[in-house]
């Protein structure tokens, strides 16, 4: 398998612009997890799936922040409209049962200019 | 609420040497897991060890151990013979796999471990 599979690596845009994340977790892993990773609140978990159902969207920021996850190999983390607080690195992580085989993506680093 | 406490945001050990990075975490579940991680500078999360909470034998992968403390909720990490390669990040874990919170992964802030050759 080939890993948890973020993209972009890399995203610049502008403020006031969409900005959508994807990942693909690895295949027969029933979680995935998205994290937010910043200097000032270092990481910190922003929603959770389980079997594609959300299960704790508690740490979405605000309701600029959506994410689905439409079928078991496919999530999308949206910023509409996106702000320069939002600049951030944004991984991706999935596991088997909660905590088993828990696997990071590469992470997207954004910047919001 | 849980939390994790990583005391020293800097580190540095001479290679070839020994250091170990503190942590200590905050809860009142007696079933749960800890974890360090590595990030070097490829951002890559990299799972270095991990502790099973009702195991009371110290988890030891190759240079890296640990010393749990279950009583002290203390989970510190030691690297033996350091290596270049180990200069990066490290993160302190705490995670669960029960109730609502399966697999939801509670950070500390991190330790900045610098090598010197």
């Known amino acids: 398998d080939a890993g948890v599979i973020q993209s972009p690596r890399h995203e610049v845009t502008e403020m006031g612009q969409e900005v959508t994340l994807r990942c693909k977790p690895i295949s027969g892993h029933d979680y995935l997890f998205w994290y937010r990773q910043t200097m000032m609140r270092g990481l910190e978990l922003l929603i959770y799936f389980n079997n594609n159902v959300p299960i704790d969207d508690s740490g979405m920021p605000e309701d600029r922040f959506s994410a689905k996850m439409p079928n078991a190999s496919f999530s999308t983390l949206k910023i509409q409209p996106s702000e320069p607080r939002d600049s951030a690195v944004y991984f991706c992580a999935s596991s088997f049962g909660g905590i088993y085989g828990y696997t990071f993506g590469s992470g997207t680093r954004l910047t919001v200019v | 609420a849980q939390t994790v406490t990583q005391s020293q945001p800097e580190m540095s050990v001479q290679e070839a040497e020994t250091v170990t990075l503190s942590c200590t975490y905050d809860?009142?579940?007696?079933?749960?897991?800890l974890f360090w991680y590595k990030q070097p500078p490829s951002r890559q999360m990299i799972l270095v060890i991990r502790q099973e909470a009702y195991k009371q034998q110290n988890a030891t992968e190759n240079r890296f151990s640990v010393n749990f403390q279950k009583a002290a909720k203390s989970f510190s990490l030691k690297i033996s013979d350091s290596q270049l390669g180990d200069a990066a990040m490290y993160f302190c874990?705490?995670?669960?796999?029960?109730?609502?919170?399966?697999?939801?992964?509670?950070f500390g802030k991190g330790t900045k471990l610098s090598v010197k050759p």
């Open positions: 809860t009142s579940e007696s079933d749960y897991y």
């Open positions: 874990a705490y995670g669960t796999n029960y109730g609502g919170s399966q697999g939801n992964l509670i």
